[in-house]
C-alpha cells in the first residue's frame, strides 16, 4: 500500500488567485494522477503527471489553467490558476505502483473559491 | 465510450441489516472492476479488485460480485454497521489506457 499526503487539506481563496496543492508520497510510485470530484459528482480525471516531462492532461483541461510538476517518484503539485468561483471543488491526488494495479488516493484538497 | 452507471443514488438503512449496491459499466476493452468506500471529507479506499475470470471477491462483511457477461456488478454489505455510512463508488477500468472510469457513487446512511 501507499500512504498519501496533501497540503492543504483545505482553503478559502479569492477569484483570480492561484494555488498549489501538493502531495507526497511514502515510496516510489510509477504513476501519479490528479482528479477533481465537483459536489455530488464522480471523480474526474485531470491529469497523468509524468515524471521528468510534461504532464498528459485529459479532454477539457489545459496546462495554462492546472500546471503540474513532479520533479520525482514520490512528489506532484497541482495548482489552480486564475480561480473562479466554478473551480470550488475537491482536489485528489492518486497513484499506483503500475498501471492497471490497485489505487491509492490521498485524503483530498478542499477548495473554496468565493 | 466507457460509463459507469450506479444504483440506488442514495440508500437509508437501519444498523444491523444488509443491503447491495448496484453497477452498471461499459467499459472497453475491460480491465478490471473496483468498488470504493469515500468517507466524508476522505480519498476514496479500495474494497475489491475482479479481473473478467472473477466472479465473487469478499473483503470482511463486503462482497462483490461480477457478471461479465451483463456487465453488471454488486456490492453486498452484511450485518451493516453505523461506520458503513459513505459512498460506494464502482470504476471501471479499460484495459488499454489503464485510465479508470467512476461511477457517481451511491451514498449510504446507516441509521442506529
Known amino acids: 500500500s501507499a500512504v498519501i499526503s496533501q497540503k492543504p487539506s483545505r482553503d478559502i481563496c479569492q477569484r483570480g488567485t492561484s494555488l498549489t496543492i501538493q502531495c507526497q508520497v511514502d515510496s516510489q510510485v510509477t504513476m501519479m494522477f490528479w482528479y477533481r470530484q465537483q459536489p455530488g459528482q464522480s471523480l474526474t480525471l485531470i491529469a497523468t503527471?509524468?515524471?521528468?516531462?510534461?504532464?498528459?492532461?485529459e479532454s477539457g483541461f489545459v496546462i495554462d489553467k492546472f500546471p503540474i510538476s513532479r520533479p520525482n517518484l514520490t512528489f506532484s503539485t497541482l495548482t489552480v490558476s486564475n480561480m473562479s468561483p466554478e473551480d470550488s471543488s475537491i482536489y485528489l491526488c492518486s497513484v499506483e505502483a503500475l498501471a492497471g494495479e490497485e489505487q491509492f488516493f490521498g485524503p483530498g484538497t478542499r477548495l473554496t473559491v468565493l | 465510450k466507457n460509463q459507469v452507471e450506479q444504483s440506488p443514488q442514495s440508500l437509508i438503512i437501519l444498523e444491523g441489516k444488509n443491503c447491495t449496491l448496484q453497477c452498471n459499466y461499459t467499459v472497453s476493452p475491460f480491465s478490471n472492476l473496483r468498488w470504493y468506500k469515500q468517507d466524508t471529507g476522505r480519498g476514496p479506499v479500495s474494497l475489491t479488485i475482479?479481473?473478467?475470470?472473477?466472479n465473487t471477491k469478499s473483503n470482511g462483511r463486503y462482497t462483490a460480485t461480477l457478471d461479465a457477461d451483463t456487465k453488471q456488478s454488486s456490492l453486498h454489505i452484511t450485518a451493516s454497521q453505523l461506520s458503513d455510512s459513505a459512498s460506494y463508488i464502482c470504476?471501471?477500468?479499460?484495459?488499454?489506457?489503464?485510465?479508470?472510469?467512476f461511477g457517481r457513487g451511491t451514498s449510504l446512511i446507516v441509521h442506529p
Open positions: 470504476v471501471g477500468t479499460s484495459g488499454g489506457s489503464y485510465i479508470p472510469t
Open positions: 503527471a509524468n515524471q521528468g516531462s510534461e504532464a498528459t492532461y
Open positions: 475482479m479481473t473478467f475470470s472473477e
